[in-house]
């Protein structure tokens, strides 16, 4: 066993192993990098285009919201009742 460690000397200072876990682990912060720069991108335009939108209209699809989420749930009455929002858009 001591004859070919001594026949055989490595080349590098890296294994393949380690060759494999220095990529894998570059590809990955790379990809949370891209993550998170998309996200961010998105988040900003949907602010954007929310600020853009009618408040009648913001409202109108928050209910939408509401009524859709408590169709699996029991939420008696909902149709029915204006949201806080409404009632200051109707003061206004």
């Known amino acids: 066993m001591v004859e070919v460690l001594t026949d055989c000397s ?3 200072d890296y294994g393949g192993a380690a ?11 790379v ?8 996200s961010g991108f998105a988040i ?3 602010i ?11 409202v109108r699809r928050a209910k939408n ?3 859709r989420l408590c169709v699996t749930s029991q939420c008696p009455g909902l149709e029915s ?3 806080k929002s409404e009632v200051l ?4």
């Not at 990809?31 to 998309?38: H, K, N, P, S």
């Not at 858009?89 to 206004?92: G, I, K, N, T």
């Open 19 to 29: 060759i494999v876990a220095i990529v894998f682990l570059s590809v990955f912060v």
């Open 48 to 58: 954007q285009r929310g600020e853009q939108m009618p408040d009648s209209e913001r």
């Open 44 to 46: 900003w335009k949907a």
């Open 10 to 12: 490595a080349g590098s």
């Open 81 to 83: 009742m204006p949201l």
């Open 65 to 67: 919201v509401l009524l």
């Open 89 to 92: 858009m109707r003061r206004l």
């Open 31 to 38: 990809l949370i990098v891209g993550d998170g720069a998309l």
